[in-house]
T-cell receptor, first 110, second 112 residues
Framework: NAGVTQTPKFQVLKTGQSMTLQCAQD?????MSWYRQDPGMGLRLIHYSVGAGITDQGEVPNGYNVSRSTTEDFPLRLLSAAPSQTSVYFC?????????FGPGTRLTVT | SQQGEEDPQALSIQEGENATMNCSYKTSINNLQWYRQNSGRGLVHLILIRSNEREKHSGRLRVTLDTSKKSSSLLITASRAADTASYFCATERSGSARQLTFGSGTQLTVLP
């Protein structure tokens, strides 16, 4: 199993640009989530999904959209990038409460 | 806002010593989990302790949970240089549909 994969690993955007961070898992987990991690801080939940077709907001959802058309994929869209969205983004899937994290995407918005 | 807060923020010990990290939280929980993050990597799950459990072991790891004090501790025995990483506690709040809230972490450095 590849586990949780994320692409790209690194991305630089200009203010106002949009992009999609990809996340996929091959463990058939129903629950998936997106977090951001800022320096010296823990992870903060952006959006999560309890199954295909069902998404909900986390702690910091503004400026981000998600969709879940399949069990495997959970993309995160930045609608109009802002410097405050410079961060490392982690996708995770979950089984029995335990979360499995992807390697992260380091995003810089200039 | 952060549900869990780790203490200390940074810890430096010699190889072979034990490392203890503490976590405090604010609300009722279903479970509390500890994760490790090596520099530049994703988080790796270490151990999960449910709200009705008081202690759990996994290899060199020992976790305790005191729900009356809303606190947990992670003990790593006989530490190794490879244990150098950031350690995060995460709580699944009661009624939260499996959402986790993470603390800000403890940076552990194990000196060879």
């Amino acid at each position: 199993n590849a586990g949780v994969t994320q692409t790209p690993k690194f991305q630089v955007l200009k203010t106002g640009q949009s992009m999609t961070l990809q996340c996929a898992q091959d463990m058939n987990h129903e629950y998936m989530s997106w977090y951001r991690q800022d320096p010296g801080m823990g992870l903060r939940l952006i959006h999560y999904s309890v199954g295909a077709g069902i998404t909900d907001q986390g702690e910091v959802p503004n400026g981000y959209n998600v969709s879940r058309s399949t069990t495997e994929d959970f993309p995160l869209r930045l609608l109009s990038a802002a410097p405050s969205q410079t961060s490392v983004y982690f996708c995770a899937s979950s089984r029995q409460g335990k979360q499995y994290f992807g390697p992260g995407t380091r995003l810089t918005v200039t | 806002s952060q549900q869990g807060e780790e203490d200390p923020q940074a810890l430096s010990i010699q190889e072979g010593e034990n490392a203890t990290m503490n976590c405090s939280y604010k609300t009722s929980i279903n479970n509390l989990q500890w994760y490790r993050q090596n520099s530049g990597r994703g988080l790796v799950h270490l151990i999960l302790i449910r709200s009705n459990e008081r202690e759990k072991h996994s290899g060199r790891l020992r976790v305790t949970l005191d729900t009356s004090k809303k606190s947990s501790s992670l003990l790593i025995t006989a530490s190794r240089a490879a244990d150098t990483a950031s350690y995060f506690c995460a709580t699944e709040r009661s009624g939260s549909a499996r959402q986790l809230t993470f603390g800000s972490g403890t940076q552990l450095t194990v000196l060879p």
